[in-house]
């Protein structure tokens, strides 16, 4: 369980000196970063993307991520990078991360566009699992210190509703043609071959996810999988590799050595 995330004024009250004794590395955001994350959007943006009027790209990621999300995330990125209006990318995440497929592709497309517009992904609440995966390919990963990322792992989630309604007097039959047409039914236990197997697949894909970090993030992939999935706030995430440094967008002072 998370904690709930602190009020916008204690969060107000966190200075920027302690901030910048917080981040280990300085890195000087360019001058519209921080209040861009506030920005109305441009009349003539590119497609969907909130351009502030000095050309801060703002891409939305936020929720539960399905492929539509990814195909929209890669289009309104794509039209940032296009666009000659827009000088910077940011990536505003709050979303605990979404389906596993799509998002490895997503970041790698976007980790390719490095060097061509600067990338920030801004965290204001999480950015876990798929989500983390997408912010990672930044350049840089900035998160407010209440904030969280992590979660590189995969979960499948199997109901088996059988005794259930066995107790109800209700028999459910399966009428299928192939082998494995019914594995992960519902309504009957997940029998050990399937679960063996799909143990399997899920240990590969968080590889793969561990790989993409890595990458990424310049660690090695045993180091990303020796944090088991774990959640890391604040500095904390810093410390693990995962961020590059805090940022508060309620602080009155400009977020310069953030």
């Known amino acids: 369980m998370i904690a709930s995330a602190a009020h916008p004024l204690e969060l107000a009250a966190l200075s920027s000196k302690r901030i910048a004794e917080i981040n280990e590395r300085p890195l000087a955001l360019l001058p519209s970063a921080t209040p861009s994350l506030l920005a109305k959007p441009r009349a003539d943006s590119p497609g969907a993307v909130y351009v502030s009027s000095d050309g801060v790209a703002r891409i939305l990621i936020q929720g539960a991520l399905f492929q539509g999300d990814y195909a929209r995330i890669g289009r309104e990125f794509a039209a940032a990078q296009a666009s000659e209006r827009v000088r910077e990318v940011q990536l505003v995440i709050d979303s605990p991360g979404g389906v596993a497929v799509g998002p490895f592709e997503l970041a790698e497309a976007i980790a390719e566009c490095r060097g061509r517009k600067p990338i ?88 793969r996810f561990a790989a993409v970090v890595a990458r990424n993030r310049g660690l090695s992939v045993d180091d990303v999988l020796d944090q088991e999935a774990g959640l890391f706030e604040g500095a904390a995430a810093i410390e693990a590799g995962l961020a590059d440094a805090l940022f508060s967008p309620f602080s009155a002072e400009r977020n310069c050595h953030v």
């Not at 590189?152 to 199997?158: A, M, P, T």
């Not at 109901?159 to 309604?165: K, N, P, R, T, V």
């Not at 399966?174 to 697949?201: C, I, N, T, Y």
């Open 120 to 207: 920030f992904a801004m965290t204001t609440g999480m950015a876990c699992s798929a989500a983390y995966a997408l912010a990672s390919a930044a350049d840089r990963v900035l998160l407010m210190p209440s904030a969280c990322v992590g979660s590189i792992g995969v979960i499948l989630v199997h109901f088996d509703y059988s005794e259930m309604l066995n107790s109800a007097g209700i028999s459910v039959t399966h009428l299928f043609a192939g082998d494995h047409k019914a594995d992960g039914s519902p309504f009957m236990p997940l029998s050990d071959d399937v679960r063996e197997r799909w143990q399997g697949e899920i240990k590969a894909i968080q590889e």
